[in-house]
């Protein structure tokens, strides 16, 4: 019998780690095309699960000490009950944003009600399952069942994108996700009615280690002696470092290294890979392993943040990953290291999650708000040195070793700052990023010129010299693909829709008579661009202005019956998925004209893109040309955009027809949808 109620409590705890980290991507993704598929979405949507799962620990520490058996199950299984009222777990589209409200508050609010009370009930699972195995027989294997949790969550994460995403559309992910959670209500409310009918309720026993497995009991059979203010502030000091480091990292590499956005599933599963580890068995973390690795990586990890192999993808990947791996393991391990008794598992678990809370609120909503740019990392792997001291101040070898290590890494954090300031006229950030817009030098006065970047890479430029100021320039000079599109446009008044403002240079093109229509969804880009260029008020066409993200926008509007449409938003150095799907191409053909060119910029160190516009066009019965431009013999950037049109002889007009190109097919593409996009099959 101990063998089937082992399972049934097992599995409780396995759903509900499984579900609790698959419902984020789920979640997520769904909401991420609203807020113009930045990065940022992803960090805000962890904030609100770490805050989540500290009231699911607090609610967990708080009824198994304040509640008698019979009330605790009275009180889960009727919040078990209501939470199946959130089912299923589809987004409404009442939340979809108007481009007024704070993105932050907005995703907060939406994932409270799309999503609260049962990933409140999941997060509950693990520590309140947990406390009720240590009044059992296998008590001794408690901090098991937490090394099964993070397996599953590590699970979850890994599924998601290779076996769930592939081939399934979001409303079925959705549904699949609301039936299981509905199996987990009915495992959960096992559990509990179990634990109410057979589980006495002494004092629970105290939990040691012996060194080769963790969790023994003491024949004693007396609580643990009680932690101090000391062993409470580290046991949220180490996990809050943890959380700290994992946003940290993701937004490094994804904003600076490769803005490629599958890549934050790497870095988390790392993080719950050490989780795994650290409380599976004492085995796994040697301090005399760790520990050096640890320190090695801190030096080279900080000093990247100020040199070429931070930012370069084959180097700052692996280094960033290998770092991240080394500092959890230390942090979770120490951890580890100083668990409690089992009288103090649910407050053990309490600070774990309060720690995870405030290092995410810190990188993910006060970094945004007080930092200028992503200086997080650098702060965090400062505190990951001075934590290391904390916990060898009495061994003076120790101590004095860490703090010149926090020493060092503060040293490459200031030469961070630095270089990000030092000729840098500008440099702001919000919730989309940073923007930096600085002057260069040049060969000579007529070169001189003003880029503006987002995180590390160029949005735009603009020569200082007054005769040059209205030159296209970058990736939108007259032999690009756009400045292609736009001279074969009708030679009348033009309507030209712009999908990303960036510095605003396509408005060179503008004629008297012309209207040009920019969607922007960052209001800081339509400041600089005000503020710092010229290419916007210099124009002779009519600017409109519209703020919020382009596809909701236009699905709102009227038709703008365009002359020519550029779909180039970046997010860093990608296109957010959501505006090159098959519906993103039904959206914007309702605006165009019979006869008009939509032009997708597909410029990309990390991803083909153009073999996906061509097959969406085909996909729709539309007419596509790819053209690349080499841009020789000049400052411009070497381009590739893809013209797309109803009308055949659109593409056929020159200057059009002489630069068209032939791109690599990829075996197996499918339409891009809103359901379905695949980013690794489309990896250069």
Known sequence: MSAYIKALFASTIFTSAFLLFLV?????????????????????????????????????????????????????????????????????????PTGDESPTLWILGLLAGTIGLPYFLLSTTGPLVQSWVTRTAWSAQVYRYFALSNFASLASLLSYPVLIEPHSTLIQQATIWSAAYGV???????????????VPMPAPVQITSNGNGIGTTTATGMPAARPGVYHYLV???????????????????????????????????????????????????????????????????????????????????PVYIVGLFAFCMFLHGEMARLRPGAAYLTRFYLMLSLGGALGG???????????????????????????????????????????????????????????????ARRMERNFYGTLQTLDTKGASAEDRVRQLYHGSVKHGEQYLAAARRQEATTYYGSTSGIGRAIAAAPSGPRRVGLIGLGAGTLAVYGRPGDIYRTYEINPLVFKLADEEFSFLPGS???????????????????????DVLAVDAFSGDSVPVHLITTEAMDVYLRHMQPNGVIAFHVTNRFLALAPVVERIASARGLHSALIHDEAENSDL?????????????????????AAISVSKPIAGLVPWTDDFSNLFGVLK
């Not at 987990?184 to 057979?198: H, K, P, S």
């Not at 994992?246 to 956005?261: K, R, S």
């Not at 609120?361 to 970094?367: D, E, N």
């Not at 040195?385 to 860490?402: I, K, N, T, Y």
């Open 540 to 562: 002779l066409a009519h600017i409109d202005r519209v703020p919020g993200d382009a596809r909701l926008a236009m699905e709102r509007e009227a038709s703008q019956q365009f």
């Open 235 to 317: 046991w949220a000091a180490l996990p809050a470092l943890g959380s700290w480091l994992l946003l940290a990292v993701t937004n490094h590499i994804t904003q600076n290294v490769a803005a490629i956005p599958f890549l934050w599933v790497v870095p988390l599963s790392v993080y719950l890979l050490t989780f795994v580890l650290a409380f599976e068995s004492d085995k796994w973390y040697r301090r005399q392993v760790f520990l050096p690795l640890a320190a090695v990586m801190l030096v080279l990890c900080a000093f990247g943040l100020q040199d070429d192999i931070g930012f370069n993808v084959k180097t700052a990947l």
């Open 24 to 96: 984020q991507p789920i979640i997520a993704k769904q909401i991420l095309p609203w807020f113009g598929g930045s990065a940022t979405v992803w960090s805000i949507c962890m904030v609100f699960f770490q805050v989540v799962l500290l009231l699911g620990y607090m609610y967990s520490d708080w009824t198994t000490r304040r509640l008698g058996v019979r009330a605790q199950t009275w009180l889960h299984v009727g919040l078990l009950l209501a939470s199946l009222a959130f089912l299923p777990i589809i987004t409404s589209t009442l939340w979809k």
């Open 184 to 198: 987990f209500v009915v495992l959960c409310i096992g559990t509990t009615l179990y634990v109410w009918r057979c």
């Open 361 to 423: 609120i810190s990188v993910g909503l006060v970094a945004p708000h007080v930092l200028s740019g992503y200086y997080e990392l650098g702060l965090g792997l400062v505190l990951c040195a001075l934590v290391a001291a904390v916990l060898w101040r009495h061994q003076r070898s120790g101590l004095v070793f860490s703090l010149s290590l926090a020493a060092c890494c503060a040293w490459f954090l200031a030469q961070q700052v630095q270089a990000d300031t030092t000729g």
């Open 637 to 657: 950037r070497r381009t590739d955009w893809v013209l797309v049109s109803r009308d055949p002889q659109a593409l056929a007009r020159e200057p059009i027809r």
